[in-house]
């Protein structure tokens, strides 16, 4: 889940200080440490990731998959449907990608980064007044599906 590279880090202890579920602790050598008996604790923030000058946190990549495509749909601010209309546009393409064989995933935490973030919307280069609405990963599939889920029915009361 998240791995420290000892040979780039300078133990200042910045992730350690900002991981909020504290499953980052300093070990004896003063080098941060992640404990596998933590790891089920362990938000999947990237908080510790983020704040590291040297690069030296790895983690699992919660935000993007490891997907190695992303469409972004944004709208203009002032946009009549601008919360419709990003998630309409995505999902034709999220029918066509799969007709032709692509895996897609939606991406809340992509949007909220994008929302959230100064630097990582920069990195869209977005007109002025737009927003980011939608996020979808598409790439080719690390696995197939031989049939799809039955969920319990449901029963659901109108009054």
Same mark, same amino acid.
């Given at each position: 889940?998240?791995?420290?590279? @000892? %040979?780039? +880090?300078?133990?200042?202890?910045?992730?350690?200080?900002?991981?909020?579920?504290?499953?980052?602790?300093?070990?004896?050598?003063? $080098?941060?440490?992640?404990? @596998?008996?933590?790891?089920?604790?362990?938000?999947? +923030?990237?908080?510790c990731?983020?704040? !590291?000058?040297? *690069?030296?946190?790895?983690?699992?990549?919660v935000? =993007?998959?490891?997907?190695? !495509?992303?469409?972004?749909? %944004?709208?203009?601010?002032?946009?009549?449907?601008?919360?419709?209309?990003?998630?309409?546009?995505? %999902?034709? =393409?999220?029918?066509?990608?799969?007709?032709? *064989?692509?895996?897609? !995933?939606? %991406?809340?935490?992509?949007?909220?980064? $994008? @929302?959230?973030?100064?630097?990582?919307?920069?990195?869209?280069?977005?007109?002025?007044?737009?927003?980011?609405?939608?996020?979808?990963?598409? *790439?080719?599939?690390?696995? @197939?599906?031989?049939?799809?889920?039955h969920?319990?029915?449901?029963?659901?009361?109108?009054?």
């Amino acid at each position: 889940m998240i791995h420290i590279d @000892k %040979s780039r +880090c300078t133990a200042c202890g910045a992730c350690v200080r900002d991981c909020v579920v504290h499953v980052l602790t300093k070990g004896d050598d003063g $080098f941060p440490v992640f404990r @596998k008996e933590n790891e089920r604790f362990c938000l999947n +923030c990237q908080h510790c990731l983020a704040v !590291c000058a040297r *690069g030296a946190v790895t983690c699992n990549d919660v935000v =993007f998959r490891n997907a190695p !495509c992303m469409v972004v749909a %944004s709208t203009p601010k002032n946009a009549p449907c601008r919360e419709a209309d990003p998630w309409i546009a995505l %999902s034709y =393409f999220d029918l066509l990608a799969r007709a032709n *064989g692509l895996g897609t !995933c939606w %991406s809340g935490f992509a949007v909220h980064a $994008f @929302k959230s973030m100064r630097g990582v919307r920069r990195a869209l280069n977005l007109p002025r007044g737009y927003e980011v609405g939608a996020v979808l990963l598409f *790439g080719v599939p690390a696995v @197939k599906y031989a049939r799809v889920p039955h969920p319990r029915p449901m029963s659901v009361d109108i009054q």
